[in-house]
């Protein structure tokens, strides 16, 4: 019973390249939700998503970032022309849908961006 | 003022006395609150979920709300050196689905 996979768990990346992060969720999780971590910081929401659709970006920076949730495959998270700014932990987490959502989020271990 | 608000710590306490970890929230409609601990490196993992005013215990954990005072805690009693961790607050838009939005965090330290 696999959980949240994430991958690639690290990543280096020159300024001005692209960052590609991908999540699968737990099996039967339908929702699926981007956090940042900066060092020594709490987590911060970028993005929910559930297959097909953004439900909320609220937290997602205006440009060079974008998340998508296709109805094969993982979610993924694109940072394009990357910045030392974006140099943090990036965490995806799901939930299932209707009655047995609780709100718990079951985290993946993290895809870990350092930029040069 | 932010959403969800924690004492930074660092909390340090010795072993097998009580932690405490605060918490406030901003939103007056908040319905589920909820106890997260970090390890360091390491991704988030649920410790307790609470929704009613009162205390809710499970061992050695206890979550306190307060909805009046829009204030959530957690004790940890009996600490053990394995329980120093960052402790994450986080507090669900609505009841059914939607971000949860976390506080900075608490770290805490047993010591031996």
């Known amino acids: 019973n696999a959980g949240v996979m994430q991958n690639p768990r690290h990543l280096v990346r020159r300024r001005g390249q692209e960052a590609r992060l991908r999540c699968s969720p737990m099996?039967?999780?339908?929702?699926v939700y981007w956090y940042r971590q900066l060092p020594e910081e709490g987590l911060k929401f970028m993005v929910y998503?559930?297959?097909?659709?953004?439900?909320?970006e609220s937290g997602m920076p205006k440009e060079r970032f974008s998340a998508e949730f296709p109805k094969e495959g993982p979610s993924i998270l694109r940072i394009q022309q990357v910045v030392r700014g974006d140099s943090a932990a990036y965490f995806c987490?799901?939930?299932?849908?209707?009655?047995?959502?609780?709100?718990?989020?079951?985290f993946g271990e993290g895809s870990r961006l350092t930029v040069l | 003022q932010k959403e969800v608000e924690q004492n930074s710590g660092p909390l340090s306490v010795p072993e097998g006395a009580i932690a405490s970890l605060n918490c406030t929230y901003s939103d007056r409609g908040s319905q589920s609150f909820f106890w997260y601990r970090q390890y360091s490196g390491k991704s988030p993992e649920l410790i307790m979920f609470?929704?009613?005013?009162g205390d809710k215990e499970d061992g050695r954990f206890t979550a306190q709300l307060n909805k009046a005072s829009q204030y959530v805690s957690l004790l940890i009693r009996d600490s053990q050196p394995s329980d120093s961790a960052t402790y994450l607050c986080a507090v669900r838009d609505d009841g059914n689905a939607g971000k949860s939005t976390f506080g900075d965090g608490t770290t805490l330290t047993v010591k031996p």
């Open positions: 987490a799901s939930s299932p849908r209707g009655a047995a959502n609780t709100g718990e989020l079951f």
């Open positions: 998503l559930q297959k097909e659709n953004i439900i909320d």
């Open positions: 099996k039967g999780h339908s929702h």
């Open positions: 609470i929704y009613s005013n």
